[in-house]
């Protein structure tokens, strides 16, 4: 076989559809956040960040740096080891029993990303549950996509968000041991899960339920418990998973749940035993930013501030963004060389650096920019964009219609 020659004829194919994935060179300024520095073009240039997970500025805060700074200088850098060989800490533990506690469950278990905890939970779950089927989400990431098709578990599809579909079908598979999994907001179009519906339908047939809270920790409920917070539902869910990488503004991934299920986890999951753990500096990093945010309020209420008036000064001039309850506003354009050509021009005439959404992240057709408002945008920054992206529909010939 030709290999490099079956290797480029793939790539072309995708350079031609418009879906191949160029990235942006970036080298983030701590303090100055939204701002970074974009390399890679003819000179380096500043730019102001719209698209980042980092939805709440936490990478970059104070005591979240000071807190990781100081443990690399008193413990050094890696953990050296898995969690079973030598890389045990008193970081991770406290970081698990902060979790835990965050989501009011027994137990909590580390993972090195969201991504490995949830394909480590699902694909052990599925596999080590005797005829087990597990129920997911047609819009589910990928993360457990492919942690249930690991398990090789039954997988039963249901659709996306409809509790009714799903109850149909957990009625329809008989007395066999049910899994259910979903997400709270899920992060492309940006919508929040009739959690509470979904809950009582996995009550009603016995079901286990797991929910991916990724987008939401940090940024929903008092204390940044997530939408199951926000709505009283953390104690009917029997696993409650999420990031530290996203509004966290750190690394890392964990599940909680009873002590029973974390142990069971903890004690077959391969992708949990077989990989070294995250550095101890990450996990006190991870702690102190839980912390801060299960005490302040105040990252959120600006954040939610920030979303509502981008939402209306994009209505104002014509704008169409999809309506979510959540914090992300998906801009529709319908087209991948069109979505990837107005982050281009974004990046070059504006300084704006939102990345463009095209297939496999979105269905084919459904190409958008999805902006993140955080915190630290200022009303400027929220005017120059508008502004931008007026200019650029007009420019592209995009339509205004509502998607
Ligand atoms: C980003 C994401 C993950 C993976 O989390 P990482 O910590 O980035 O690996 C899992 N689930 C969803 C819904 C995500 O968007």
Same mark, same amino acid.
């Given at each position: 076989m030709d *290999?490099?020659?079956h290797?480029? @004829?793939?790539l072309? =194919? +995708?350079?031609?559809? $418009?879906?191949?994935?160029?990235? !942006?060179?970036?080298?983030?300024?701590?303090?100055a956040?939204?701002r970074?520095?974009?390399?890679?073009?003819?000179?380096v240039a500043?730019?102001?960040?719209w698209?980042?997970n980092?939805?709440?500025?936490?990478?970059?805060?104070?005591?979240?740096v000071?807190?990781?700074?100081?443990t690399v200088?008193a413990?050094?850098t890696?953990?050296?080891g898995?969690?079973?060989?030598g890389?045990n800490t008193?970081?991770?533990r406290a970081?698990?029993v902060?979790?835990a506690?965050?989501h009011g469950k027994d137990?909590?278990?580390? *993972?090195?990303s969201?991504y490995? @905890?949830?394909w480590? =939970? +699902?694909?052990?779950l $599925?596999?080590?549950i005797p005829n !087990?089927?597990?129920?997911?989400d047609?819009?589910?990431h990928?993360s457990?996509?492919?942690g249930?098709?690991h398990s090789?578990?039954?997988?039963?599809l249901?659709k996306?968000?409809?509790?009714?579909?799903?109850?149909?079908k957990l009625?329809?598979?008989?007395?066999r041991p049910k899994?259910v999994a979903?997400?709270?907001v899920?992060?492309?179009?940006?919508?929040?899960a009739?959690?509470?519906e979904?809950?009582?339908?996995?009550?009603?047939h016995g079901?286990?339920s797991?929910?991916?809270?990724?987008h939401?920790?940090?940024?929903?409920g008092p204390?940044g418990?997530?939408?199951?917070?926000?709505?009283g539902?953390a104690?009917?869910?029997?696993?409650?998973?999420?990031?530290?990488g996203?509004a966290f503004g750190c690394m890392g991934g964990?599940i909680?749940?009873?002590t029973a299920?974390?142990?069971?986890?903890?004690s077959?999951?391969s992708g949990f035993i077989?990989t070294?753990?995250?550095?101890?500096?990450v996990?006190?990093a991870?702690t102190t930013?839980i912390?801060?945010?299960?005490a302040?309020?105040e990252?959120?209420a600006?954040q939610?501030a920030?979303?509502a008036?981008?939402?209306?000064?994009?209505?104002?001039?014509?704008i169409?963004?999809l309506a979510n309850?959540?914090?992300?506003?998906?801009?529709m354009i319908?087209?991948p060389?069109?979505?990837r050509?107005?982050?281009?021009?974004l990046?070059?005439?504006?300084g704006i650096?939102?990345?463009?959404?095209?297939?496999p992240?979105?269905?084919?057709?459904t190409?958008?920019l999805?902006?993140?408002?955080?915190?630290?945008h200022?009303e400027a920054?929220?005017?120059?964009l508008?502004?931008a992206?007026g200019a650029?529909?007009?420019r592209?010939a995009i339509s205004?219609?509502v998607a």
């Open positions: *290999f490099a020659r290797f480029q @004829s793939q072309d =194919a +995708l350079k031609s559809e $418009g879906n191949y994935r160029t990235f !942006a060179e970036l080298e983030r300024r701590c303090g956040f939204p970074a520095d974009r390399h890679g073009g003819p000179e500043e730019v102001t960040v698209c980042s980092d939805y709440l500025g936490m990478g970059q805060h104070p005591d979240v000071a807190a990781m700074v100081k200088q413990c050094g890696g953990a050296g898995t969690r079973n060989i890389g008193v970081q991770h970081l698990e902060e979790l506690d965050l137990a909590a278990l580390l *993972f090195t969201g490995v @905890s949830n480590a =939970a +699902l694909s052990t $599925g596999s080590r !087990a089927v597990i129920f997911s047609e819009g589910n990928a457990m996509i492919e249930i098709r090789r578990a039954d997988k039963v249901w996306h968000n409809d509790w009714r579909d799903l109850d149909r009625h329809a598979t008989g007395d899994i979903f997400e709270s899920y992060s492309m179009d940006g919508d929040i009739p959690i509470r979904i809950v009582e339908v996995c009550e009603a079901a286990l797991y929910i991916d809270e990724v939401a920790v940090g940024m929903y204390h418990g997530g939408v199951t917070e926000e709505r539902l104690d009917r869910i029997d696993v409650i998973e999420g990031t530290l996203k964990y909680t749940g009873s299920l974390v142990d069971f986890i903890r077959f999951a077989f070294t753990a995250i550095p101890p500096a996990a006190a991870a930013s912390r801060h945010l299960k302040s309020g990252e959120r600006a939610r920030n979303v008036l981008l939402r209306k000064k994009l209505d104002r001039i014509g169409p963004h309850e959540s914090h992300i506003i998906p801009v319908g087209d060389v069109k979505c050509m107005i982050s281009d021009i990046m070059q005439d504006w650096y939102v990345q463009p959404i095209n297939y992240t979105v269905p084919k057709g190409e958008r999805r902006l993140t408002p955080g915190p630290h200022t920054d929220i005017d120059k508008v502004t992206l650029l529909w007009n592209c205004h219609a």
